[in-house]
């Protein structure tokens, strides 16, 4: 599976953005999605991830609350609505796709294919 992530770009602190993750191929209903975010001298972290029908989510505690990952297995695409917005929230977010079928969601070595990743940059 390909991914394509879109939606990043820059804004203020308490503002909203939502990102897409566009994929191809008609196996995108058999995955867990996840997103993750990495910014400069980190590494990369989980922030969310959701179930392949969609009926579970898991988040990190840093964006419980203000962060709401969907996904619409029709039009293959995943979401991550972000609001309330912190600085602490720049970085670039990746999609990715769960290759594994158990284990913990928020283990990046757990996830086969990738996105390009989108820079999301939140000023104070």
């Known amino acids: 599976v390909q991914l394509q992530a879109s939606g990043g770009g820059l804004v203020q602190a308490g503002g909203s953005l939502r990102l897409s993750c566009a994929a191809s191929?008609?196996?995108?209903?058999?995955?867990?999605m996840g997103w993750f975010r990495q910014a400069p001298g980190q590494e990369r972290e989980f922030v969310a991830s959701?179930?392949?029908?969609?009926?579970?989510?898991y988040y990190a505690d840093s964006v419980k609350g203000r962060f709401t990952i969907s996904r619409d297995n029709a039009k293959t695409t995943v979401y991550l609505q972000m609001n309330s917005l912190k600085p602490e929230d720049t970085a670039v977010y990746y999609c990715?796709?769960?290759?594994?079928?158990?284990?913990?969601?928020?283990?990046?070595?757990?996830?086969?294919?990738w996105g390009q990743g989108t820079q999301v940059t939140v000023s104070s």
């Open positions: 990715a796709a769960k290759s594994a079928l158990f284990g913990d969601s928020s283990m990046a070595t757990l996830y086969g294919y």
């Open positions: 191929g008609r196996t995108f209903s058999s995955y867990a």
């Open positions: 959701i179930s392949r029908s969609g009926g579970s989510t």
